[in-house]
């Protein structure tokens, strides 16, 4: 094993950088196909929608018992913490197929954690075929997840830091790949950008909150009612995990089982607010927040019942074998509840302050990643409410540090001899 020199690690970071950019939107392209197919063409052939889920959990099942398990984010995060950071890339073939499925199929997941995970693996190899030392094949390793997430996410810095925060409960300990991972987010956001244009931010609020001190002391309380949902998603989802996983022995009849379930959950939900059930959300809560801005959005309690549905959705996804992440799905739970919150305040508690802060406090109690939630919320938003979502994000971390989803965070190890080479 060698050490190289700092140039030459910033320029294998844009390496990975550049060819993890263009891996993004190749699977952007993937998995947008893979929507048209299912949902325009099998969809309408198919007939009720628990239908189409329970052919996708089918499919899903048979990837997984003939292509192999793919690691989930718990596994991503045990590696950056042993196995010198590695990755293996020979899951990314069995991850790719059975996350395009899972997501596609109307899974209740997103691409951001297949894309870590592939991307990921890319790094890591990178590191291991120039017989890298084990520090900077784990730099290397959080490059391929930082250009993942500044893609997907279209926050750069935000991505980077996600990345830096994620194997962690009580913040950031990976410093020294900060920089390396900032570059990579940077050039990888650029590259996915220039071949899948945006078009402005995501969400977008007619009125633009205050950042005063009163909405900050606001969102210190919206922070905590945050937190204790947070704290409740983890209570279903564990308690659904439980359940679920002494049949994970059978992969094929647990995939398609959740698929049907996943179905008929969303079947009994009204058409206008179905497909809120469904996906990963993030051009579902872009259409929610929409919707609460031109019209009021859905009644309180049709708002209370589709959170309550989307984290039994999530559980359902992830604990039948499917793929893909719960951020976003997890945005969509703390917009429904902001703007049920909106709603019920007749307008005191604004649409932004109110719908923000709960996502950002929903999401951090579950990643413990109250950074890179703010500064990705914020951009995500094109808002300048840094201290008001940051307060939300902040106080949700505090009171939820006893408590963790992801039981594979912790704090880093010291490196060994062998590792600093």
Known sequence: MRGVSFRTLILLAALVGAVGGVLAAAYYYLLEGALYVVWEVVAVRAGPVWVVTGLGGLLVGLSLRYLGRPGEIAAVVNNIHLHRGRIDIRQTPSMVVASLLSISFGGSAGPEAPLVQIIGSLGSRLGDALRLSGHLVRTLTFCGMAAALGAFFGAPLG?????????????????????????????????????????????????????????VLLATGLGALGAGVGVAFIGLFRAMGAVLERFERWPVLLATAGGLSLGLLASAFPQD??????????????????????????????????????????????????????IFPLFLVGAALGVALWQVSGGAVSLPVAALCLMAALNVAVTRTPISTTVILTTLSGTSMVPVIGAASLVSFLLTTPVSLIHTQRPRRPMTAAELG
């Open 273 to 326: 607010v179905r497909a809120l059930l469904l996906f990963w959300g993030e051009y579902q809560t872009r259409d929610l927040l929409l919707a609460a801005s031109e019209t009021g959005g859905p009644a309180v309690s049709a708002l209370l019942l589709v959170a309550a549905g989307k984290a039994v959705a999530i559980g359902l996804t992830l604990h039948s074998g499917f793929r893909g992440g719960f």
């Open 159 to 215: 991505g980077a830091l996600f990345a830096l925060e994620i194997p962690h409960r009580r913040g950031l300990e990976y410093y020294e790949a900060l920089i390396p991972s900032l570059v990579t987010a940077f050039l990888g956001f650029e590259v996915f950008r220039a071949l899948v244009p945006s078009h402005g931010p995501l969400f977008q609020f007619p009125e633009v909150a205050q950042t005063s001190l009163s909405a």
